[in-house]
């Protein structure tokens, strides 16, 4: 019988400092041993100990090594090169094999294998070639990992444990099916709340029984909204128990050892607020764009949301890239620097560890052109240095270790929401919930401002600024939450589109942003997508008085009037149909304000609105000026990191003079970043710093 008891585990969480205590901040690779010749693995030991890598991630993709028919068992090796790494002084996260299972399962067993939407049966050949809520996978599964937990729990290299790779596999099989209606049973209660909570009265839908009810499969048309909702959180569930039954058969051998799996960030698959919390570290996949300069935004961003979903403890970035990935279009090469840039981005945002995919370059498969800490030209390589010397430079940092990174600002996301807000439809495919993230974000990145990305019902106490960009649902208990917070002095700043549905994806009946209505002052009419850009004007409607500059929204507007006498619009709409409407909206409330911006304004405006924000929250910034765009600045354990993720040279106003701890140069308060350079200096106890 399938479990789907999704319900948090009252077992203790376990961190990351039971490495980092002995080895100081975590320098890790994958490493896939079976690739290679055992004749091989002395020098792969010596490498990796030159590298200064503490931790090898093995056997992420072994099942079929480990098990080549079903029932057999092949450990040799694995005992072998575990038994190297620990007399070489490596520590192991041990990998379940699950994420890509033997080719004799889908053979002998072609019911694990997923199904797409279509119906098609997707074939091994590939990874992930399963369905989750397959019984005899899971049970195949199970198999394997009690069978590793059992005989490796105790063996002195193995200090961490990682379960499957990458969780994201969605199939629309029978068996899925069968298992989406006991999940909708279970939410649900009856199939009436069903049919309510799915609005089937809607083109005639109605259920009459529960044997009718499939997953989203294609269909002539639109699929049901909320359906569509339900279904994408049951398939998060289906994955968090697919983690959980691991997890708890390694938990059974090993009561100490931390568990995690690899996230992927701003992943649509799955909900990671509610992953998270089963795994006793946050560990995540962050691969950098060479070919994008403003890559390494979106990263700040993840690496923020990693920090989030740990509620400010220590993560890990369990993997990255040396150098050039193998899956993107035209996969371009990291610059000199860039690797050692990327990598202390991270540790700045409190990671604990920077580990790479992979450690040895694979000559033969489907990513034998990615990047590896060894290329095939071996050692002597630009690669293989700069890996080497980051060794240096995390052993240098290691008292940061444990150290947490300090936030003020909040953002709100939530996966439910996010799925909610991009469904087929929505006004517009074009108002991207993350990218919009990405927009209230930026102004604060420049400033170096720290920011965590926590759930709605996340506790704001500790923090003095909030942000809620794009929160399509939001939940009467989570607005009050809002209006408390603003109320007792707490700034809110809400993006457009917010507050429009509820649970179901039905959107609330009455004038938007409906939950929030009387905490942002504002009463919605109408949502504009726009075939030609708007503008919007800031200060004084009188055009004698107007001498504040104007911007144009280019993708969005809404039609909107003020509600409350003490909302005031900051901008407004200056031409068209919405002249003289509001377009940005203050609202001051008790002992704090809330902020509605009714577009998508561009940089600059945003911008503007973020520093009249900031003004009211008296936040500082740790540089008195905002900082070139390529530059990243964040503090970290009392110090500063400086960041130029560019191959031109920065310069950068400090305000004070210190020390480089990776260099032990001396630094004034005008200081030049040359390209892809990194500077970590200790902090000055300044008091109160003029803020933004």
């Known amino acids: 019988m399938i479990n789907f008891d999704t319900s948090p585990t009252s077992t203790p969480r376990r961190g990351l400092d039971s490495l980092t205590e002995t080895l100081g901040l975590i320098h890790g690779a994958d490493y896939n041993p079976e690739q290679w010749p055992a004749e091989s693995w002395p020098e792969d030991i010596r490498l990796m100990q030159k590298a200064g890598i503490n931790l090898a991630t093995v056997g992420v993709f072994s099942w079929a090594t480990l098990e080549p028919r079903e029932g057999a068992r092949d450990f040799g090796w694995l005992d072998h090169i575990l038994d190297l790494l620990h ?9 379940t094999p699950t994420a890509s299972p033997p080719p004799w399962l889908g053979h ?16 091994y050949g590939s990874r992930n070639q399963f369905s989750p809520s397959s019984a005899r996978y899971r049970r195949a599964a199970a198999a394997i990992t009690e069978s590793l937990a059992e005989r490796y729990a105790n063996h002195p290299a193995v200090a961490m444990w990682h379960v499957g790779n990458e969780l994201g596999q969605i199939s629309y099989d029978d068996e899925s099916a069968l298992a989406f209606r006991v999940w909708l049973m279970r939410r649900h209660g009856s199939l009436e709340e069903l049919n309510r909570a799915w609005g089937t009265t809607f083109w005639g839908q109605r259920y009459g ?22 279904f994408q959180r049951f398939t998060s569930d289906q994955l968090l128990s697919l983690y959980r039954a691991e997890r708890d058969i390694i938990r059974r051998y090993d009561p100490a050892s931390p568990i995690t799996t690899n996230l992927m960030g701003f992943f649509r698959g799955a909900d990671y607020f509610s992953l998270a919390k089963e795994t006793d570290v946050v560990a995540n996949d ?23 979903l740990s509620r400010g403890e220590p993560w890990l970035l369990i993997e990255s890239a040396t150098s050039a990935v193998n899956w993107r279009e035209h996969n371009v090469a990291k610059e000199p620097g860039e690797l050692r840039v990327d990598a202390l981005s991270a540790i700045a945002r409190g990671a604990d560890g920077v580990c790479y995919f992979q450690f040895r370059q694979s000559s033969f498969g489907s990513e034998r052109f990615h990047s ?5 030209a071996g050692e002597q390589t630009r690669v293989f240095r700069e890996v080497t010397e980051l060794g240096n430079d995390l052993q ?11 936030a003020k600002i909040a953002v709100l996301f939530d ?15 074009r108002l991207e919930v993350v990218k919009q993230i990405q927009a209230y974000y930026e102004p604060l990145l420049r400033r170096g401002l720290a920011v965590e990305v926590v759930h709605p019902s996340a506790d704001l106490g500790r923090y003095e600024l909030v942000l809620a960009p794009s929160l399509f649902i939001l939940g009467q208990r989570n607005a009050e939450a809002l209006g408390t917070f603003v109320q007792h002095g707490g700034h809110l700043v809400v993006g457009p589109f917010s507050g429009v549905a509820d649970g179901n994806g039905h959107l609330v009946p009455g004038r938007f942003p409906g939950v929030l209505a009387d905490l942002l002052g ?34 969005w507007a809404e039609d909107l009037a003020l509600r409350e006498e003490t909302a005031e619009a900051v901008a407004h709409f200056a031409e068209g149909r919405l002249e003289g409407k509001p377009a940005v909206v203050r609202n001051r409330k008790g002992e704090g304000s809330a902020w509605y911006i009714a577009a998508d304004l561009p940089a600059e405006a945003l911008d503007r609105v973020m520093v009249a924000v900031l003004d009211s929250t008296g936040i500082a910034s740790p540089l008195d000026v905002p900082l070139p765009e390529p530059v990243e600045a964040v503090s970290r354990g009392g110090h500063l990191f400086l960041l130029n993720h560019s191959n031109l040279p920065q310069a950068v106003h400090l305000g004070w003079a210190s020390v480089d701890l990776l260099s032990g140069a001396d630094h004034g308060e005008q200081l030049t970043l040359p390209p892809y350079g990194a500077l970590v200096l200790k902090e000055p106890d300044l008091g109160e710093p003029a803020h933004t």
Request: aromatic share 8%.
């Open 522 to 555: 504002v009463d919605g009419e109408e949502w504009l997508p726009l075939a030609s850009p708007l503008r919007v004007k800031f200060g004084s409607q009188d055009p004698a008085e107007q001498t504040d500059p104007s911007w144009h929204a280019s993708i």
């Open 415 to 429: 996966w439910d929401s996010w799925w909610a807000a991009e469904a087929p439809d929505t006004p517009t495919s």
């Open 396 to 406: 240098s940092l290691r008292q940061l270790a444990g150290t947490p990174c300090e």
């Open 372 to 376: 590896a800490v060894v290329p095939l």
């Open 286 to 308: 962050w691969y950098t764009d060479p070919a994008d300069p403003k890559s390494h935004r979106l990263g700040s961003l993840t690496h923020d949301l990693c920090r989030g």
């Open 87 to 95: 007399d070489g002084g490596i520590r192991v996260c041990l990998a």
């Open 209 to 230: 029984s529960w044997d009718e009810i499939i997953p989203p499969r294609r269909a002539p048309y639109l699929v049901n909204p909320s359906q569509t909702l339900d």
């Open 108 to 123: 002998d067993y072609p019911e694990t294998l997923p199904v797409d939407a279509d119906g098609r049966t997707l074939w």
